[in-house]
RNA sequence: GGAGAGAUGGCUGAGUGGCCGAAAGCGCCGGUUUGCUAAACCGGUGUACCGGGUAAACCGGUACCACGGGUUCGAAUCCCGUUCUCUCCGCCA
């Protein structure tokens, strides 16, 4: 959410960005909103200063006036009532048209609608040369035994698995790979709730219970199914006011991500590529309200997640994502898309954007410093460490070797506790 | 799941209808005193919104004592609902 004051002062470019990020979105009606909304405060701070006024001159009152002030009281509480009424109508109407408004974008950003106007800025790695067909993690997993896909179907639908034997492994080694990690680089550890209020889910910037969520939520009661580490880590300082000199705090952590993929059928849904349920690594992290401060702990996520896929020996390019594809909160997005020889494409497995102040306002995350009055609002930012499912792909499909083993990479080893998963005897 | 107690400023904690945005202490900031440090003393110290001020300083107003409703001329204080915390009992990985 931006700041209304900031929204009404710089219309113009608000707009823009609006266009720019293919969100349909006229300002007029906000702006004629947010002036009913200040005329509205004047007059019922107005009343309510009269009604103190009454109210306190009565104890002293002679009982021949107190009859008129009390009657003069009532009517004022009428009139404040019926402001206030009107103002919470205003307000409501004023803040769904907010809450439509996307971000600001970083000035880099590359400007479009849609996917192939995002940048690609580094490539890492060579991708592997096959002197053999190379095959897709699907037939990899079946051939070593470490998926089940038919059961994961038959118990809980169409998108959940069963991983098998090594893949067991492996998926705890990714995830002692990645804590690991993020501890040397200074971040506290987190597991944490799989759930999440619905309030939180909407200060992050998801929608958890319209038409087309990508949420599961629990029926009778306000909890939903998080999608993200990053909707728990993000809501764990809701309300709270931060001493700036604690700052940037990095979080990482530990939780389960569901995601009903409406809509997503049809594409990529073999294997464990687009699945609902996933174990995932993730960062989070707060920062003192000025962009060169996240923009810098921006570039450090971006810098780990790298570091974690060059560690694993997985080819990968990172982009700049554009502003079509930067959804709601994010101020700008660089995502890595590792190599995928199965697929013979890269495929999203990180994604680490900097959404300025903009979830911090819904959530109430403020700081406090002596170099300014008040309060302001942290920045926060997120970043995917490890994604299980889309590592493990990548993973397995680039250490593929001839005989259909997979070469596990050293990094993993003191983990998964052997070099190579082979085919069974 | 059952029974009870509670939620007040950064913290501790007083306050049961008007003189309470809220005592006191601690902490923090500024000052005085002082070989240094400490102590002592004096002063200050919440947030949000609206308006004024070119802006900062600052000034005026309103709201906020977990959250939401209600009673009343007037609510931190009374009533109802919700959430959370603690204690005891039961159950349980």
């Known amino acids: 959410m931006l700041d209304l004051t900031y929204i009404t002062e710089n219309a113009d470019a608000v707009q823009q960005n609006c266009r720019d990020r293919g969100v349909a979105f006229e300002i007029g009606e906000l702006l004629s909103l947010a002036e009913q909304r200040r005329t509205l405060i004047a007059a019922g701070d107005a009343l309510r200063h ?9 104890p002293k009152a002679p009982a021949d006036e107190r009859g008129g002030l009390v009657a003069r009281g009532k009517e004022l509480r009428e009139l404040v009532s019926d402001k206030e009424k009107e103002l919470a109508a205003v307000e409501s109407a004023l803040r769904a048209r907010q809450l439509q408004i996307p971000n600001m974008t970083h000035p880099d950003a590359p400007v479009g609608p849609d996917e192939s106007h995002s940048r690609t800025i580094r490539e890492w790695g060579d991708k592997p040369k096959f002197d053999f067909q190379p095959r897709d993690h699907v037939e990899l997993m079946s ?11 038959k118990v809980a639908g169409h998108g959940f698995y069963y991983l098998k034997n090594e893949a067991v492994l492996l998926e705890l080694a990714l995830v002692q790979y990645a804590v690991a990690k993020l501890r040397a680089e200074g971040f506290t550890l987190f597991t944490t709730p799989d759930l999440a209020r619905d309030e939180v889910l909407e200060g992050i910037g998801f929608n958890p219970r319209g038409p087309e969520t990508q949420i599961y939520s629990v029926q009778n009661t306000d909890l939903s199914l998080v999608a993200t580490a990053e909707i728990t880590l993000g809501g764990l300082l809701k309300d709270e006011i931060l001493d700036a000199g604690t700052l940037p705090r990095k979080y990482a952590g530990l939780s389960h991500c569901f995601r009903t993929e409406a809509g997503g059928h049809g594409k990529a849904t073999r294997g464990i590529y687009r699945v609902h349920q996933f174990t995932k690594v993730e960062m989070f992290g707060y920062t003192g309200p000025d962009v060169a401060a996240s923009d810098e702990l ?10 974690i896929f060059q560690g694993l020996g997985i080819p990968y390019r990172v982009i700049d994502t554009c502003t079509g594809d930067l959804g709601g909160p994010a101020y700008r997005k660089f995502d890595l898309e590792a190599w995928m020889p199965g697929r013979n494409e890269y495929g999203e497995v990180t994604s680490a954007s900097n959404c300025t102040d903009y979830q911090s306002r819904r959530l109430g995350i403020r700081c ?14 997120n970043g995917t460490a490890v994604a299980c499912t889309r590592a493990m792909i990548a993973i397995l499909e680039n250490h593929q070797q001839a005989d259909g083993s997979v070469v596990i990479p050293p990094a993993l080893r003191p983990w998964v506790g052997c070099d190579r998963i082979s085919p069974k005897a």
């Open 50 to 58: 009269e009604q103190k006024e009454v109210s306190g001159k009565i």
């Open 143 to 153: 051939q070593l035994d470490l998926v089940d896909l038919e059961g994961g179907a």
């Open 298 to 307: 921006h570039a450090t996520i971006v810098r780990i997640e790298e570091d």
């Open 368 to 381: 406090k410093s002596p170099d300014w009055k008040g309060t302001r609002f942290v920045h926060t930012l």
